[in-house]
């Protein structure tokens, strides 16, 4: 569970916000230095293209901006607890000193979770209702994360009356946004610290635009459009989850290949994955299953999943509830990957629509912090990503020639793949194998009576000239 921070909100060690000193230089009154504890969020805003990523300082349940440069930022990780020394300017930051004075605390992915949809607006309502906002978190989302999980993880709501807030200067400015509504849910007479996440629901009447959500942390925020996707989608950050990327890759004459070290990432290019980007005429109601690597990412594949090297094996659809084998970990040198067999049904049924997905075994690719790329098993193809399965009969053989995966069979009972040992792979396997004989022997050399050493050495000999051999037909090979 690397990539997870933890999640845990800080009730002691908040409370410090000193003013120190007034700045020099005649600064306002509005800006003073301080000298404050508390724990990092980071929160990620959709975009269309990429992402956009904000820092604060949690305090109890209020958020301060925290303005860093990017030595800070990469220095940060989310819920871990600091020490910070700037100058306040408003609601944040600007920071000269950082310090961690404590480990980020585990993040809660199994079991219930409690989400408080806080429904606010400055100007407008909307017409979501308070049960539309519970049906949403603890009928359709916890639906999405039962199956998902395994039923490891489950979601139940309750949501808030509407709120007025005042208008913040952009509806981006989410700290301000979730500042106001925690007061005014505290004004309301609801403690929001009694759940585990809140989902700021923003009236559409005043607002219409991306999802926010802290990683691994509690807060979401949705501008105006309340749906599966939306919510479940950003519920996913608060897990630990980043998007789901996916990779397109050349070899070194520059033809497309499945995976090199040539490859241009697509921030949210695995649309077959909730964490990825909804394709153009799919329902945002219906939103996919997360694949193999998040899963794992959250713990929700132990016991469904095996770390392989090479074999046969049978995997069960992603979508089978019943325990059984879901997913392969295959190491290569310098990439992990996953290999997984979806099929459309339950939340999955929209993958009836894509064949080039179900016909065949999807491999990712996975990275303990930088989360899941889709890799294209068939390169080149007209088909881009939406045939990206490694089809029946297909064999792959990674650029170093390591391992090779071959789609075997499908049938109903899941995807039969093989697993060999790529031929590279084989001539080094051999070359070791004979260096170790030869140690063995050289040993025996030193104890062996005068009338065996000349048989020992012989030996010795003709495993030095398959070496030799060995070693010139990898190079032939470009090995
Ligand atoms: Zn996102």
Redesign the pocket.
Known sequence: MGRLKKLHVLVGALAVSAVLSVVPGGASAAERRVDVQGSVSVA?G?TPTG?IVKYFLRQGTRLYGLDLNAAQRRSLEPNEQVSIAGVKRGSSIDVDHVQSVGPAAAVAVTGTQSVLVMRVYWNQRDTVSKQDAVNQVAVTDDEFYRENSYNRLGLTASATPWLQIAQPTSCDDIGAINNSAQAAATAAGIDTSVFNHDMIYISSADCIGR?W?EIGGRITWIQGTLNTYRTA??L??NLGLV?AHSKSCTDAAGSPVALSESCVSSE?GDSFDI?GYVPPGFDENSPLQLSAPQKDALGWLSGRSLAVSDGTYTLAPTEDQAASLHALKLDIPGHTLWLEYRQPSGMDAPLASFPGITAGVLVHEAEPTTGSWLLDMTPGSLGGFNDAALPVGNTWTDIARTVTVRTDSLGPGGATVTIGIGVCQQIKNQIQDNLDQISILQGDLGEAPPSLKPAILSKIRALEAQNAKLSQQATQLRC
Do not use: L, N, S
Request: no cysteine; aromatic share 8%; glycine share 16%.
């Open positions: 990620v959709e992402h999802g959500a989608h950003e996913g950050h998007h949210y964490m």
